[in-house]
């Protein structure tokens, strides 16, 4: 969770959120799941599971293949996990 690949993912995801106008309680309603579930991922203290990304991705609006693919295109090929 402390790796700076992880990070920058975070990150991105924050970003993506708020450039969609959307709160950390918005989208913890969005996916059924209270605010302090959203601000454990975005401060690292959780780590973000495949499925839970794909939900976060849809409540946002955002296919989740591509946005991964979005998120992550800046990471190297071979991340330390």
Known sequence: MYTDAYASLIQALVQHRKAAGVTQTEL????GKPQPFISEIETRERRLDVLEFYAIAHALGAEPGPLLTELTSGLPAKVEI
């Open 28 to 31: 913890g309603r969005r996916i």
